[in-house]
């Protein structure tokens, strides 16, 4: 495993946050039905997913080491493709599109990473010098 300092694990963290997030907001749809007729929660979780992609390319770019890693355990490129399409083409957002990335892909994620973050923490891996800060 390579080493991640207490930023990344941060970072890593705020991603686990947003998909606890979705699975709040997919929990209140009650149904795909329910979700696919409102249109806030839809962007609530289309919103999240964004974030996530964000913080994920983050990691990515301060920590390249760890892009081998996470593309093995989580689908980043679907959600790097659907932030892409939120933040420039949100009139053409497909709601099944984002309920199918909410109920499969981002609670895949969300093990994942969590996974992830609980060996780096209880490793010696972590760099005692670096901020806590995810900013």
């Not at 984002?98 to 996974?115: F, M």
């Amino acid at each position: 495993m390579c080493s991640m300092d207490r930023k990344t694990i941060a970072r890593l963290e705020i991603v686990v946050g947003y998909a606890g997030r979705i699975a709040h907001t997919i929990t209140r749809a009650q149904s795909r039905e329910s979700f696919l007729a409102d249109y806030d929660l839809q962007y609530s979780v289309a919103h999240s997913i964004s974030q996530i992609a964000e913080t994920l390319t983050q990691i990515l770019q301060d920590t390249p080491e760890l892009n081998e890693r996470l593309s093995e355990v989580i689908p980043y490129r679907d959600i790097r493709r659907m932030r892409d399409k939120i933040q420039h083409h949100y009139g053409s957002i497909d709601p099944d599109v984002v309920w199918g990335i909410a109920v499969h892909s981002v609670p895949q994620l969300r093990d994942a990473i969590s996974e992830l973050v609980q060996v780096a923490q209880e490793s010696d891996d972590l760099q005692a010098n670096t901020p806590v800060d995810p900013g």
